[in-house]
């Protein structure tokens, strides 16, 4: 029982990783070939069913070539290997271009839908578009369905508008503290001058007084 988990667990390890060779073209191709096969869920792909699954096809099929040639290194395999990844490439496009192209028409037709599906589609660059996308989900969130990368945009959102509370309360903190140190700075001023002005008073009494009783102990002489 432990060697088939070992055996299965080895196996899930050696298909998640891409060939070696031209790994820099080729990953993009095998990373993102499950992201176009979920076209088919999309309903406006509908009539690239057959297309996407012929690409998937061929896609796993190079790959397994690909791992072939990462042993063999037959040269005449290797520029074969090379010419068919640049076909998959432009192939990987046509797909990102025209999931693109129907994303942008969602929002122009607002079609909550299609917005929604083709932005978890994955073709999409979502940072690059976070702008639009949140612009058109606030002007156009009556209904829709809050799940995915508008929810991670939401939670984004949310994070940075406590986090600009935060930092306003703070100053206000701040603030509050310094109005209360100078409000105590000039209540303490107020009470020194109060009590210097209440000794010179006094003073001047007593001096007032001095000079009364000596004029008195002079008229009784």
Request: proline share 0%; charged share 40%; hydrophobic share 35%.
């Amino acid at each position: 029982m432990i060697k088939m988990i070992i055996l299965f667990l080895f196996v899930v390890e050696v298909m998640a990783q891409n060939p070696k060779i031209y790994a820099s073209l080729g990953d993009s191709i095998y990373d993102s070939v499950e992201n176009i096969d979920g076209l088919k869920n999309i309903k406006i792909f509908a009539n690239n069913t057959s297309e996407i699954d012929l690409y998937v096809r061929d896609v796993y099929r190079i790959k397994e070539f690909g791992f072939e040639i990462d042993s063999t290194k037959n040269a005449k395999d290797i520029k074969k290997y090379l010419f068919n990844l640049r076909n998959l490439s432009k192939r990987k496009s046509f797909f990102y271009k025209k999931a693109n192209k129907y994303f942008i028409k969602s929002m122009q037709i607002k079609d909550n839908r299609m917005f929604l599906d083709i932005l978890e589609s994955g073709l999409i660059d979502t940072k690059k578009n976070k702008v639009k996308i949140m612009e058109y989900y606030h002007a156009n969130c009556e209904g829709m369905k809050v799940k995915g990368m508008i929810k991670e945009f939401l939670d984004e959102e949310e994070r940075i508008r406590l986090e600009k509370e935060r930092r306003k309360k703070h100053r206000l903190t701040k603030k509050q503290i310094q109005e209360a140190k100078i409000r105590r700075i000039r209540k303490n001023d107020r009470l020194k001058e109060e009590a210097l002005e209440k000794k010179l008073e006094e003073e001047l009494i007593k001096k007032k007084l001095r000079i009364r009783e000596e004029q008195l102990r002079e008229l009784s002489n």
